[in-house]
């Protein structure tokens, strides 16, 4: 999609973003490398010799069972030595994935036309976001009104989805605004200061402007879709992972099945230890996790058997197609190894 330049903010101050964040970039040897070193904060647990890197994201949705798998010594109990690393966004981790620096990772809705195009397997859903939200400065009171203005964006995520949505229902574009690819903690800085207009965005970050920015309006959120796109995050490995270390793989899935059953029936605990993990405020996780709904491991059993799930990616596919994502819709069962997932718990 064909993106105009911005104007708010300098090419001094913006081309860095532009050339070293942009998610369009192909990243591959020393350059994933580097990325993977950059994303930084990882941790271990379990001396198990059958080890698995893991990436996630400083969220409710993204750390939630990573946070319950280390708190109950779940990587040791089923043989697996776990090497956590915090990531930004999905796509990076899809990258990451690609190149071998990867086993496992997490990813929003937005990032899930990469394995739909092949560039992962889906091995487990995780919950249905309700994060995501276009966001406009103050005294901007609709998606027409963004016409001409510039719209931060994380590109290839669920801020990037929402934003499609949003000018879609409006009548519009990207073409209609000056879309900027952004990193999140660019875009809270930027958005704060007021040097774009507006952002395609998400919940817990988004909370974060709202206290630096009074008056800030939110023009659309997830459930203003939700009839005809759900949105769900996801667990994703690398190809090369799932087809050659199908042992790994399995018990990777039944780490996460154990701590989805963790997660639904001690929602307020697991909101401690991913606070824990993430060193935020215990309020804020919560926050942040109740813009979700969090699906217990019986019942993405039940929705990955009936085909529920298959809908889901099927709708989203239509969405990627319409958006430039995908030349054509993509069969989930190419890389939704649901298989897999119902039978770790067999």
Same mark, same amino acid.
């Given at each position: 999609m064909t993106r105009k330049g911005p104007t708010a903010m300098s090419p001094a101050a913006m081309s860095p973003v532009l050339t070293r964040r942009s998610l369009t970039s192909a990243l591959a040897g020393a350059a994933a490398l580097a990325l993977l070193a950059a994303c930084g904060g990882g941790s271990s647990s379990g001396d198990s010799s059958d080890k698995v890197r893991f990436g996630y994201i400083n969220d409710f949705n993204g750390a939630s069972l990573i946070a319950v798998a280390e708190s109950r010594g779940l990587w040791k109990k089923h043989g697996l030595s776990a090497e956590a690393k915090v990531f930004t966004n999905g796509p990076l981790q899809i990258q990451a994935l690609g190149t071998d620096n990867l086993d496992f990772?997490?990813?929003?809705?937005?990032?899930?036309?990469?394995?739909?195009?092949?560039q992962a397997k889906v091995v487990a859903i995780n919950t249905l976001g309700n994060s995501d939200r276009v966001l406009a400065q103050p005294g901007? *009171?609709?998606?027409?009104?963004?016409? #001409?203005? %510039?719209?931060?964006?994380?590109?290839?995520?669920?801020? !990037?989805?929402?934003? *499609?949505?949003?000018?879609?229902?409006? #009548?519009? %574009?990207?073409?209609?605004?000056?879309?900027?690819?952004? !990193?999140?903690?660019?875009?809270?800085?930027?958005?704060?200061?007021?040097?774009?207009?507006?952002?395609?965005?998400w919940y817990p970050a988004a909370a974060t402007i709202k206290k630096q920015v009074p008056g800030l309006v939110e023009l659309a959120k997830n459930a203003d879709f939700e009839q005809d796109v759900s949105f769900p995050t996801a667990f994703v490995a690398g190809n090369k992972v799932v087809a050659d270390q199908p042992e790994k793989t399995k018990k990777v899935l039944a780490v996460l099945r154990e701590a989805m059953a963790f997660r639904s029936e001690h929602t307020d605990e697991t909101i401690e230890l991913t606070a824990a993990k993430l060193k935020l405020p215990v309020d804020q996780v919560k926050a942040d996790a109740a813009n979700n709904k969090v699906l217990g491991v019986d019942e993405l059993d039940r929705l990955t058997e009936d085909g529920t799930v298959v809908k889901w990616l099927k709708g989203m596919n239509d969405y990627f197609v319409d958006a430039g994502k995908l030349k054509k819709p993509a069969d989930p069962k190419t890389y939704y190894t649901g298989d897999l997932f119902t039978g770790a718990g067999k």
């Open positions: 990772g997490y990813i929003g809705p937005g990032a899930m036309w990469l394995p739909a195009s092949g901007i *009171t609709s998606m027409r009104q963004l016409k #001409g203005k %510039t719209v931060a964006v994380p590109e290839g995520t669920s801020g !990037d989805m929402i934003l *499609t949505l949003a000018l879609r229902k409006a #009548g519009m %574009t990207k073409e209609d605004v000056k879309a900027v690819p952004m !990193d999140p903690s660019t875009i809270v800085s930027a958005f704060s200061s007021r040097q774009v207009d507006g952002a395609g965005f």
